[in-house]
């Protein structure tokens, strides 16, 4: 079986400060992990993807996230966020035929 | 431009009613998906397509049902036997849905469902 663990629901945070949001899995089969973003209204994009191969992903907007296999994590890391970041964060295991995904931690930045 | 089409955006019915959720996606994927959000439960999966004609039941079905007569649609019905249909749906596609995949998924903007 698959699952997610978002350590975090809430994560504020000043504008141009970094920011990690993290994230924890198990997974049963091949290790597929995703980050989405939820604006509010909306539905989910896609941030970044690991597959295979490099354990540092860079996506969109300035986000990356780091693979550590032996840690189980999957956490997502910006080294300076905008008040535009202000958003649901998603993360997600793919299992034997859908996403199993984490219960979302919303990053708030405040100016 | 590809994508999925989810309609309408808001939808307000009365309690005991049947209300059917529509997706469109001209992507050409295999794979659709209907999850539910409620604040603070994530997305929590109600049904899923991996072909034409042929469909499964996630984790939250009851109450639910879908049909999947052509690749580009995915409808969802909120049957009276849902006992707290209000909520926000969102639909999913995916290029192909199998595990030795790495597919993600792409998402309609979603449906907020309010029962009154």
């Known amino acids: 079986a698959q699952s997610v663990t978002q350590l975090d629901s809430q994560v504020p945070v000043f504008e141009e400060a970094p920011v990690e949001l993290r994230c924890n899995y198990s997974s049963s089969v091949s290790v597929y992990l995703f980050w989405y973003v939820q604006y509010p209204n909306q539905g989910l994009q896609l941030l970044l993807k690991y597959l295979s191969g490099s354990t540092l992903v860079k996506g969109i907007n300035g986000f990356e996230a780091e693979f550590n296999k032996s840690q189980t994590s999957f956490h997502l890391r910006k080294p300076s966020v905008h008040i535009s970041d202000t958003a649901e964060y998603f993360c997600?295991?793919?299992?034997?035929?859908?996403?199993?995904f984490g219960k979302g931690t919303m990053l708030l930045v405040s100016p | 431009d590809g994508g999925i089409t989810q309609s309408p955006k808001y939808l307000f019915r009365k309690e005991g009613q049947n209300v059917t959720l529509s997706c469109e996606q001209n992507?050409?994927?295999?794979?659709m998906y209907w999850y539910r959000q409620d604040p603070g439960q994530g997305l929590r999966l109600i049904y899923y397509s991996q072909i034409v004609n042929d469909f499964q039941k996630g984790d939250i079905a009851e109450g639910y049902s879908v049909s999947r007569e052509k690749k580009e649609s995915f409808p969802l019905t909120v049957t009276s036997a849902q006992k707290n249909p209000t909520a926000f749906y969102l639909c999913?596609?995916?290029?192909?849905?199998?595990?030795?995949?790495?597919?993600?998924?792409?998402f309609g903007s979603g449906t907020r469902l309010t029962v009154v």
């Open positions: 997600a295991v793919k299992g034997y035929s859908t996403l199993t």
């Open positions: 992507l050409n994927h295999d794979a």
């Open positions: 999913a596609s995916s290029a192909d849905g199998s595990a030795q995949r790495g597919y993600g998924y792409t």
